[in-house]
Structure formats: C-alpha cells, structure tokens
C-alpha cells in the first residue's frame, strides 16, 4: 500500500502563486507516473497535468502555461508549481499514483483563489 500526503494548498489571490507537494511512501516512487488531479464543488474530478517514470508531462488545456509538473525521484516528491492562479481553479486538488494495475489516491488539499 502507497500513501500520498499533500501539501501547500491554501487561499491566495487571484494572479497569484502556490505550490503543491505530494510525498509518497513508496521506495520504488521512480516507476510510478504521477499525476494531479482537481475536483471543484459540484463538478467531476479533472486532471490536472501528469508526469510519467521518464519525466514527460501532460496538462489540461485550461492550466498550460501558468502551471508546471515536477518530480523529485530522490525525494520521493511530486510537486504542482501553480502560477497566475485564477478563482477558476478553486477547488480540492489529489495527488494520484499509478503503476502497472495499482492506482493510490492521496487525501486532497484545499486551494482556494478569491478574486
């Protein structure tokens, strides 16, 4: 069993920044893809950008450009660096971890944008 424990969320201002961090428990966190994943009140939960075992990165067309994925296979750490944040993009954000059929969820933290 993997757990996924994240971090950095809080309230901010429009056009400004926050990062996320997802530690997890696992020594073998290099072969995981990771990924971010939002879900705000009332809507489905969306990815957010993702990040494979080789480093490539994927994100949702409403965050390109202002967000950016990373991992730090050392630290057994992805990050969410969020910038130009807009109120759009309140809601809970999950860290997520796949490898071969396993999937693992973290608990969510709470971001919040006011206007």
């Known amino acids: 069993q993997v757990q996924l424990v994240e971090s950095g969320g809080g309230l901010v201002q429009a056009g400004g920044s926050l990062r996320l961090s997802c530690a997890a428990s696992?020594?073998?966190?290099?072969?995981?893809?990771m990924g971010w994943y939002r879900q705000a009140p009332g809507k489905q939960r969306e990815l957010v950008a993702n990040?494979?075992?080789?480093?490539?990165?994927n994100y949702a067309d409403s965050v390109k450009g202002r967000f950016t994925i990373s991992r730090d296979n050392a630290k057994n750490t992805v990050y969410l660096q969020m910038s130009f944040l807009k109120p759009e993009d309140t809601a809970v954000y999950y860290c997520?971890?796949?490898?071969?059929?396993?999937?693992?969820w973290g608990q969510g933290t709470q971001v919040t944008v006011s206007s």
């Open positions: 997520n971890a796949k490898v071969v059929r396993s999937e693992y």
């Open positions: 696992t020594s073998i966190f290099s072969i995981f893809n």
């Open positions: 990040i494979n075992n080789a480093g490539s990165t």
